[in-house]
């Protein structure tokens, strides 16, 4: 048997791929494409509907008589998008969102989690929050342009009001299905206060936190728009009425898409938050959705 010489330093071929791995990383690509696929095609199978509706007077118990076509809001849209009025009203929405979702996280959140844990304080203000919360923001108009100074302080405490209440309880109930295990382990390590809100229970309810802010931002936007049709002078919302009060349809429909528009976009900014702040997911092989 002849003798094998071996070549210290020479290249070793790396080895092949099954073909199996190439199958189901193109499967998996696939699989990651087709929520986007499909909501793209519902996108455009809304708005083919839309435009046979709108184009034939469709008229049978719903009426589509006076309702825009598509291309007349796209018309429409490409000139109020060289006005700086209607430039204008979107950055005044955005931050009244803005300030009145913040100022609802700041107190929501810290008053979820030391309610979820204290529960002499959950007894003495649920009840309160649990008489407050059913009304409606529209109600809360007459009542906050007589408590605030200006009709910009009114508008951003309804908007305030409507996100504060789906960050309080979502808050609150991730609390609730803590483990009560891991505190006891955490004290009996010798945790601090301090140290098992920061290490183990914030970290636990990030999950029902972040819920909290996605359904509260929906409810800002509706908030904000009743607000603004109310008492408003400026916003997106004001210029949806506006436009109904001048029978300029076309306006009317770019008033809701905008403010669609806006709270997906919102509602996306908020996920993406939720998945960089929680890295767990990221190694579970999570994604923002």
Same mark, same amino acid.
């Given at each position: 048997? &002849?003798?094998?010489?071996?070549?210290? +330093?020479?290249?070793?071929?790396?080895?092949?791929?099954? #073909?199996? =791995?190439?199958?189901?990383? !193109?499967?998996?690509?696939? /699989?990651?494409?087709?929520? &986007?696929?499909?909501?793209?095609?519902?996108?455009?199978l809304?708005?083919?509907?839309?435009?046979?509706?709108?184009?034939?007077?469709?008229?049978?118990?719903?009426?589509? *008589?006076?309702?825009?076509?598509?291309?007349?809001?796209?018309?429409?849209?490409?000139?109020?998008?060289?006005?700086?009025?209607? =430039?204008?009203?979107?950055?005044?929405?955005?931050?009244?969102?803005?300030?009145?979702?913040?100022?609802?996280? #700041? *107190?929501?959140?810290?008053?979820?989690?030391?309610?979820?844990?204290?529960?002499?304080?959950?007894?003495?203000?649920?009840?309160l929050?649990?008489?407050?919360? &059913?009304?409606?923001?529209?109600?809360?108009?007459?009542?906050?342009?007589?408590?605030?100074?200006?009709?910009?302080?009114?508008?951003?405490?309804?908007?305030?009001?409507?996100?504060?209440?789906?960050?309080?309880?979502?808050? *609150?109930?991730?609390?609730?299905?803590?483990?009560?295990?891991?505190?006891?382990?955490?004290?009996?390590?010798?945790?601090?206060? !301090?140290?098992?809100?920061?290490e183990?229970?914030?970290?636990?309810v990030? &999950?029902?936190v972040?819920?909290? /802010?996605? !359904?509260?931002?929906?409810?800002?936007?509706?908030?904000?728009?009743?607000?603004?049709m109310?008492?408003?002078?400026?916003?997106? +919302?004001?210029?949806?009425?506006?436009?109904?009060s001048?029978?300029?349809?076309p306006?009317?429909?770019?008033?809701?898409?905008?403010i669609? #528009?806006? +709270?997906?976009?919102?509602?996306?900014?908020?996920?993406?938050?939720?998945?960089?702040?929680?890295?767990?997911?990221?190694?579970?092989?999570?994604?923002?959705?």
């Amino acid at each position: 048997m &002849p003798d094998m010489v071996i070549e210290i +330093g020479a290249p070793v071929a790396a080895p092949l791929a099954p #073909a199996g =791995s190439h199958r189901a990383a !193109v499967r998996t690509a696939l /699989l990651r494409l087709r929520g &986007p696929a499909l909501g793209l095609l519902t996108i455009a199978l809304a708005l083919l509907a839309w435009d046979l509706l709108t184009t034939y007077r469709v008229s049978f118990h719903i009426r589509f *008589l006076n309702v825009p076509t598509p291309a007349s809001v796209l018309a429409s849209a490409s000139h109020a998008f060289s006005d700086p009025d209607f =430039s204008y009203n979107l950055l005044i929405s955005c931050r009244r969102i803005g300030t009145g979702f913040l100022a609802a996280t #700041a *107190l929501g959140v810290p008053l979820g989690l030391t309610m979820g844990r204290w529960r002499l304080l959950r007894d003495a203000l649920l009840p309160l929050f649990e008489i407050v919360r &059913p009304i409606p923001a529209i109600a809360w108009v007459p009542m906050s342009i007589m408590l605030w100074p200006s009709n910009e302080e009114s508008i951003v405490f309804i908007t305030f009001l409507g996100s504060f209440f789906p960050i309080l309880l979502n808050t *609150l109930m991730g609390m609730g299905q803590v483990d009560p295990v891991l505190v006891r382990a955490a004290r009996c390590l010798g945790a601090k206060e !301090v140290s098992i809100f920061r290490e183990v229970l914030l970290p636990a309810v990030l &999950p029902q936190v972040f819920t909290g /802010l996605a !359904v509260g931002m929906g409810v800002a936007w509706v908030s904000l728009i009743a607000a603004e049709m109310i008492a408003g002078q400026f916003g997106i +919302g004001y210029f949806t009425w506006e436009a109904y009060s001048l029978v300029q349809y076309p306006d009317i429909v770019l008033g809701m898409v905008c403010i669609g #528009a806006l +709270g997906l976009g919102s509602s996306a900014l908020i996920r993406l938050v939720g998945w960089l702040v929680m890295p767990w997911g990221r190694l579970a092989g999570g994604r923002p959705k």
